[in-house]
């Protein structure tokens, strides 16, 4: 049966890096790029998260799914909240709408107060009052953040 070993870390540089020259290179197909994000989205380092974060802001329309995906997916949430925060503090031009929300979502997700929860008992009255609080918070937390971004949010 085939096992699954943690990954050398000098492999995971080497791929990391290989997968950026494909995603800068202008001489490579959209299948190519395509490959290089799922990559970075499964590579499962920390550089790697990094990278996506900042494919994510920037990068074409066609990689973003695989982008988000991946930031969702990251073993390291309170690394890819905190990059996303300083690129969205950082931005010199428009972000995405895509970013502001999946920031929010990624921050709410890791709060502990908007977490789902069904214990035995809890009945569909408080599960809609925790439900309503939740989307306060979202539309508070973009509304701040597209306020902080002076408008560039696109």
Same mark, same amino acid.
């Given at each position: 049966m085939p096992r699954v070993e943690k990954a050398e870390p000098s492999w995971q540089t080497t791929q990391l890096s290989d997968a950026v020259k494909v995603l800068?290179?202008?001489n490579t197909t959209e299948d190519q790029k395509g490959h290089a994000i799922r990559i970075l989205r499964f590579l499962g380092s920390e550089d790697a998260t990094r990278e996506l974060v900042r494919r994510f802001?920037?990068?074409? !329309?066609?990689? =973003?799914?695989?982008?988000?995906?991946g930031l969702f997916g990251s073993p390291f949430r309170p690394t890819v909240i905190g990059e996303m925060k300083a690129a969205?503090?950082?931005t010199r031009g428009q972000v995405r709408k895509e970013?502001?929300?999946t920031l929010v979502n990624l921050e709410l !997700?890791?709060? =502990?107060?908007?977490r789902p929860r069904q214990p035995d008992g809890?009945?569909?009255?408080?599960?809609a009052r925790v439900f309503d609080?939740?989307?306060?918070?979202?539309?508070?937390?973009?509304?701040n953040m597209t306020d902080?971004?002076?408008g560039k949010v696109r």
């Open positions: 800068d290179s202008p802001l920037t990068g074409p !329309q066609e990689l =973003l799914w695989d982008s988000e995906a969205l503090n950082n970013f502001v929300d !997700q890791s709060d =502990l107060r908007y809890e009945n569909d009255e408080v599960r609080a939740l989307e306060v918070e979202r539309t508070r937390r973009e509304t902080a971004t002076k």
